[in-house]
């Protein structure tokens, strides 16, 4: 039975599909050190702004 | 003045004139909310850019210290966020955090313009919070940056990799990454300025400005099309 274009699988350009990934799992890292460092500032542990 | 101080001009006009492209789309794309909020946030950018610049080129004035507070220091990343906030979240959370965010700047107003000041307690060239003597003031920017970050840039990000896991839209995969980065910028930079690496802040928000911009561009155009074209109608 041929495969309707739906049902086909969609890929990003190969160089996209291996850095976006990792792009987006840094940048979770990013935002979860940066929320610790806001957090931090006015508890002493940073200097502050 | 150094070339740093310059810096803080440029990254106002870049904020500027992102504000106005986000403004002209909103006016010619049925008003949605979430780019009156973008174009008022990236207005905010501008304001503490522009008072940074004052600063730098004029000197110490309590009136352009507290414009930089106000704008730059507490409501700017917040603005931007509740954008996201609009674009993102059903409409009658959105209304009710838009309510919260608004009582909230109007305290700050408040605060910030009643607050006692002393500049000699400023160490650097850079303005810095450590002005404010008050109490009660300078505990309001944790608040509005966490709400804003987490806001816009997991908003950011969270598009990204839903567009990403359906792998359509690579314009907006991409644009959203850039934005999220771009928006992460000068909180970085602010965090390096503290542990005295001079001039990180200007140029943390000039990059913030620019890489938010070109986000800005990419996600509202296609692959294959130039961004600087004007921009065909699209979902946004």
Same mark, same amino acid.
Do not use: K, N, Q, V
């Given at each position: 039975m041929k495969k309707s274009p739906s049902s086909k699988k969609r890929s990003y350009p190969a160089a996209y599909e291996r850095a976006i990934p990792w792009i987006i799992g840094i940048m979770v890292l990013a935002v979860i050190i940066l929320v610790i460092i806001i957090v931090s500032v006015p508890l002493g542990f940073f200097p502050g702004g | 003045m150094t070339f740093i101080?310059? @810096?803080?001009? /440029?990254?106002s006009v870049v904020s500027f004139a992102f504000a106005a492209t986000v403004l002209k789309r909103y006016i010619d794309h049925?008003?949605?909310?979430?780019? @009156?909020?973008?174009? /008022?946030?990236m207005i905010f950018y501008g304001i503490g850019g522009l008072m940074e610049g004052l600063h730098g080129a004029f000197g110490w004035n309590a009136l352009v210290f507290r414009l930089w507070y106000l704008f730059g220091a507490i409501l700017v990343a917040a603005w931007l966020g509740q954008g996201t906030v609009y674009l993102l979240a059903k409409r009658r959370l959105a209304h009710a955090l838009m309510i919260l965010l608004g009582l909230g700047s109007l305290f700050a107003v408040w605060r910030v313009f009643g607050a006692?000041?002393?500049?000699?307690?400023?160490?650097?060239?850079? @303005?810095?919070?450590?002005?404010?003597?008050s109490g009660g003031v300078r505990i309001l920017t944790p608040f509005f940056n966490l709400y804003g970050t987490i806001a816009l840039v997991g908003g950011a990000i969270w598009s990204a990799w839903l567009f990403w896991r359906k792998r359509v839209l690579l314009h907006r995969t991409i644009g959203n990454i850039l934005i999220a980065i771009g928006a992460m910028s000068p909180a970085f930079g602010g965090a390096f300025s503290r542990f005295g690496l001079g001039g990180a802040l200007y140029i943390s928000e000039l990059l913030g400005a620019v890489i938010m911009f070109i986000g800005f561009l990419r996600a509202i155009t296609p692959m294959g099309e130039?961004?600087?074209?004007?921009? $065909?109608?699209? $979902?946004?």
């Open positions: - | 101080t310059y @810096l803080p001009f /440029i990254s049925h008003r949605r909310p979430h780019l @009156l909020l973008w174009g /008022i946030g006692t000041l002393d500049p000699t307690l400023m160490t650097g060239g850079e @303005l810095s919070g450590h002005a404010i003597t130039s961004m600087t074209a004007p921009a $065909a109608a699209s $979902a946004e």
